[in-house]
């Protein structure tokens, strides 16, 4: 039990929190930003709606990548668990 409390965190880890950090960030700016612009009467952009998209996707794209590469490892080199 000890040692589960004295292990030390992983990239990994740290990696995920910051995505979700990331993630929440852009989301409630361009909340904020449409929000903003709404009570203002102004008309919110599709190009401003696509680019929050994408840069939520962005966040999670190491993820992915690093899920793609484990598998095509797993493939090539097969499992070694």
Known sequence: MESEINEKKGAK???????I???VWVG???????TKDILNGTHIEVTDI?????AIAACFSPVYV???FDKIKAIRFGDKE
């Open 21 to 23: 950090f990331a993630a």
């Open 66 to 68: 690093s899920i793609l």
């Open 13 to 19: 880890e740290y990696s995920f929190w910051g995505q």
């Open 28 to 34: 409630g700016w361009n909340a904020f930003q449409f």
């Open 50 to 54: 696509i680019y929050s998209g994408i």
